[in-house]
T-cell receptor, first 112, second 115 residues
Framework: NAGVTQTPKFRILKIGQSMTLQCTQD?????MYWYRQDPGMGLKLIYY???????DKGEVPNGYNVSRSTTEDFPLRLELAAPSQTSVYFC???????????FGPGTRLTVT | AQTVTQSQPEMSVQEAETVTLSCTYD???????LFWYKQPPSRQMILVIR??????QNATENRFSVNFQKAAKSFSLKISDSQLGDAAMYFC????????????FGKGTLLTVNP
């Protein structure tokens, strides 16, 4: 298993541009999550999904959108990038009945 | 709302010695989980250890062990025989039981291991 994979690893966006951060897991996990990590801070939950077709907001959802059309994929969309969205973004998943989450390698996004 | 506090922004330890990282949390729940995650310079989040609140026995994983004090809402991580590869940011995290799987993280403790 490749585990949780994220693309791209790095990206620089201009203010107002849009992009999609990709997340895929091959472990057949129902639960998936998007977090952001700002400098000197822990991770904060943006959105999560408990299965295909089901998504819900986390702690900091403003400026982001998600979809979950398959079990494997959970893309995060930024519509109008702002400097406040400069951060490292992590995708995670966990299987039913297991409490711990498994993380992807992260995407470092800079908005200038 | 649950909060997780790590009061030590930075810690250092000599190679082969023992270090303890502190974590306190605030919750009104009785069923929950606690975790320590390690984030090396590679940025990857790696699960170190987990503890179920209903278990009185402290979790251990090789050189890593926890001191879970439920009444005091304290969850410290002890690293024995510290190695250079242990140098990383360490995050304490909390999750309620039931169907809410959201993790709440502390701000982290940066651990330096001196040779």
């Amino acid at each position: 298993n490749a585990g949780v994979t994220q693309t791209p690893k790095f990206r620089i966006l201009k203010i107002g541009q849009s992009m999609t951060l990709q997340c895929t897991q091959d472990m057949n996990h129902n639960y998936m999550y998007w977090y952001r990590q700002d400098p000197g801070m822990g991770l904060k939950l943006i959105y999560y999904s408990v299965g295909a077709g089901i998504t819900d907001k986390g702690e900091v959802p403003n400026g982001y959108n998600v979809s979950r059309s398959t079990t494997e994929d959970f893309p995060l969309r930024l519509e109008l990038a702002a400097p406040s969205q400069t951060s490292v973004y992590f995708c995670a998943s966990n299987p039913p009945g297991r409490a711990e989450q498994y993380f992807g390698p992260g995407t470092r996004l800079t908005v200038t | 709302a649950q909060t997780v506090t790590q009061s030590q922004p930075e810690m250092s330890v000599q190679e082969a010695e023992t270090v303890t990282l502190s974590c306190t949390y605030d919750t009104s729940e009785s069923d929950y989980y606690l975790f320590w995650y390690k984030q090396p310079p590679s940025r990857q989040m790696i699960l170190v250890i987990r503890q179920e609140a209903y278990k009185q026995q402290n979790a251990t994983e090789n050189r890593f062990s926890v001191n879970f004090q439920k009444a005091a809402k304290s969850f410290s991580l002890k690293i024995s025989d510290s190695q250079l590869g242990d140098a990383a940011m360490y995050f304490c995290a909390y999750r309620t039981g039931g169907s809410n799987y959201k993790l709440t993280f502390g701000k982290g403790t940066l651990l330096t291991v001196n040779p």
